[in-house]
């Protein structure tokens, strides 16, 4: 079977995927709220937020699952309410992967491979194992995690120029979760999107371009995580020799605390050129900056509530 890459593959280079006000109701609750959004193609775009935030019901409007109440999805310019159409665009792994019970693993992997835009069979049969996938069960018998690892092995071999992967790496144990890593960064590297829902900051941190951060249904950040970092704090902590060096009152300095008369710790935001002159002129011996994790990010939007 041919493999063509998916870079340069969309003609008119549309965006993979363009939200403009998504808004979807149920009832009284507004699930998702005036929705703009724009997933570049080629890049690795993370969806992240609290439960309860929107996100399954973003994708399933993406998917065709369900209609927006008002607004439009596009996959790569195709409303993505012509399932037909936009589904020749995108392969998609859902959180709770169900498969055909009598069917074997590789009768699904054969099943999955007709239906999509192509599939490159010699990349498949390396995935199959490098998860090591047992493709001889039928559906019915395999694990949560090994449903899952059938699913991603099919999505990751399609030659679709979208993958959507929602909460993909659930039921993965942390060497299943290096190989889905991996899958990732081979999918950019050919040129495929990724859309990434996840609740693992970790692994959003380790592998996105961008991630969108979502709360209760409309976008609280679009950003890059250099991006998201230089929003947040930095966290400092210096050794001096003599006096400390007077810090607090300065523009972006916050938390300043004095540790046993040679150290002191506080924290930054915006450019640190104040912080430094004023370093400068003192006896400092040690200096240290700690950038904030995407976690450590997260929780600041959203307390500990999400933990
Ligand atoms: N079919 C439905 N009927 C009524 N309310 C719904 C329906 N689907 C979702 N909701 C509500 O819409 C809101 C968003 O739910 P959604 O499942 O999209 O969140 P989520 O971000 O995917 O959460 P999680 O991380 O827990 O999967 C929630 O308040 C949810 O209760």
Known sequence: MSTPTARGSRAENAPAIQ?????????????VK??????????VFGFLGPNGAGKSTKIRMLLGFIRPSS?????????ARDVRRAHRHLAYVPADVAL??????????????????????????ELVDRFELELGKRGKAYSTGNRQKVALVAAFST????????????????????????????????????????????????????VAILRAGHLAEVASIPELRRLRRTDVEVSFDGV????????????????????????????????LRVLAASDVTAFQMREPSLEEIFLDYYGDAVR
Do not use: N
């Open 71 to 79: 607004g439009t999805a596009r996959v790569f310019s195709d409303d």
């Open 100 to 125: 055909w019970p009598a069917l074997t693993g590789a009768e699904i992997l054969e099943l999955l491979a007709r239906v999509g835009p192509g599939s490159d069979t010699t990349y498949r049969d």
């Open 244 to 275: 400390a060096p007077d810090v607090s009152g300065l523009p972006g300095i916050h938390d300043v605390e004095l540790l046993d008369g040679t150290g002191m710790r506080f924290s930054l935001t915006g450019p640190p050129g104040p912080a």
């Open 34 to 43: 005036d929705l703009s959004l724009e997933v570049r193609p080629g890049e």
């Open 159 to 210: 030659r679709a120029p979208l993958l959507v992967l929602d909460e993909p790496t659930s039921g993965l144990d942390p060497l299943m979760e290096r190989e889905f890593r991996r899958c990732v960064a081979e999918a950019r590297d050919r040129g495929q999107t990724v859309f990434l829902s996840s609740h693992q900051l970790a692994e959003v941190e380790a592998v996105c371009d961008r």
């Open 19 to 31: 939200t403009r006000g998504l808004t979807k109701r149920f009832g009284r609750t507004t699930a």
